[in-house]
């Protein structure tokens, strides 16, 4: 019975006391970051709800979309002359690449059948769009409009026209997570174009790469191109990842401080080719010389007894 | 109940379908991708503080749990970080309640936002337990353009209460 807009309060059943529900929901809230952080339990769960929420998350995306066709539409037909004037020109400029690259893989396939070295994998890729940023504030990830329905895998590496841009991380039906570059946990083991030089590029704060561990006379320019080393089987040797900006050698430091720029448009919105996995080529027997001291560890260990 | 306690004017009662659907209104427009700074305000942790403060019956921390987890999964961050800051929240406007509907809304507003101001902390603070980086104080704006709209969302959320109780034909609304 309800008079003016008041229900008799329900002065006895209330349930249990503000405190003892707060305990439970925070200690519940507690379990699920452990079972998520440390033991990485919730992926299934993950997974369905974000399945579930797709449709809302697409329609939520509409306007956004249709926000960004209207600039298109709008943006001049100056600066749509200007841009294809350039494309060509690029175009031109890469030709005389491209056209020898077919020549130029053949015999390099050759060479390499000649020396018996193993073949290298082809780069094969997929086209993605990259929808949005992740809303997530304390993490650099995006997500592309493919995911498992089109053979997308966690793992797989991510590119753009000018190289590395991350990885992929999280794969839902039909969309994925990439990891950018510049993401703090992002690190990837690269080496110096001019030199060969191995090394480990991470993420600095706010958007920048560092190149970590090296000596303060390590042979390092500003201006270096960092290329992929391959050494992780993750990503093909020789992508472009990052250009080194500033080198200093502080003699106070362990390590030379080496600040770095992407080269791609890692925190640009456009295309991204999704690379095919890499499989790890297997590595050499290691079977045959340790088995020797094994042996002899068992057999001192025995007469240890 | 009235706008304000110091109010003399009596509301309709709320409808839990209004409460239901202004909350996943809210979520859909958490949904909407605004890069990583977004200078909107959190607006799942706004309607849940407005519902916790005027029906800390009916929308409480059971309801703030369920959101937790929805923007958990909506924002790929790790589980239960919304969720523990919502809970808070929900706790803190739940208590405040009786103490809040006293004042006017521009007041109203300097309570809401330390609460929203919490929430983020709560949020910051768990992912850089989990070794997530600083995502700078720019960050913390969207807390202060939340307080800034407490005073239009409160009319607007409580439109349906003040509608009059006598039905008239000829009246439009």
Known sequence: MSVVGHSPPPFFKRGPAPLARLFFFVSLSVALLVADLR????????????TVLWPLQRAA??????????????????????????????????????????HLDQENQRLRALLEMKE??????????ILYAARDPFSRRVIIDKGSQAGIEAGQAVVDELGIVGQITRVFPMTSEVTLLTDK??????EVQRNGLRAILASASAGALELRYLATNADVQTGDLLVTSGLDGVYLPGLPVAKVVTVDRENSLAFARIACAPVA???????????????????????????????KGRKSRARLK | MQPTHSSRRILLPVKAWFIFLTLACAVFANLVPLGRFPILPDWVALTLAFWCIREPLKVSMGTAF????????????????????????????????????????????????????GTQLIMLLTRLIAGAEFPGFLWFISSLVGAALWYPLTYLLLLPQY???????????
């Open chain 1, 39 to 50: 033991f990485h339990t919730l992926e299934w769960a993950r997974l369905g709800a974000a």
């Open chain 1, 61 to 102: 995306y509409l306007p956004v979309d249709a926000g960004m066709d209207l600039g298109d539409y709008l943006s001049s037909l100056r600066e749509l002359k200007n841009e294809n004037e350039a494309l060509r020109k690029q175009q031109l400029a890469t030709a005389n690449l491209l056209l020898r690259q077919t």
């Open chain 1, 120 to 129: 290298r994998q082809p780069a094969i890729g997929q086209v993605a769009d």
């Open chain 1, 185 to 190: 946990d992002q690190a990837i083991p690269v």
């Open chain 1, 265 to 295: 448009g890692v925190e640009r919105h456009g295309q991204v080719l999704v690379l095919g996995r890499r499989i790890a080529q297997a590595r050499p027997d290691e079977a045959a010389p340790t088995q020797e001291p094994s042996t």
């Open chain 2, 66 to 117: 369920m959101l937790g987890l929805i923007m958990d999964v909506a924002d790929a961050s790790i589980m239960g970080q919304h969720a523990l800051a919502y809970v808070l929240l929900a706790f803190t406007a739940g208590q405040l309640s009786r103490r809040i509907l006293w004042f006017p809304l521009l007041e109203q507003a300097l309570h809401v936002f330390p609460m929203l101001l």
């Open chain 2, 163 to 173: 509608r009059p109780v006598e039905r008239d034909d000829n009246r439009p609304i």
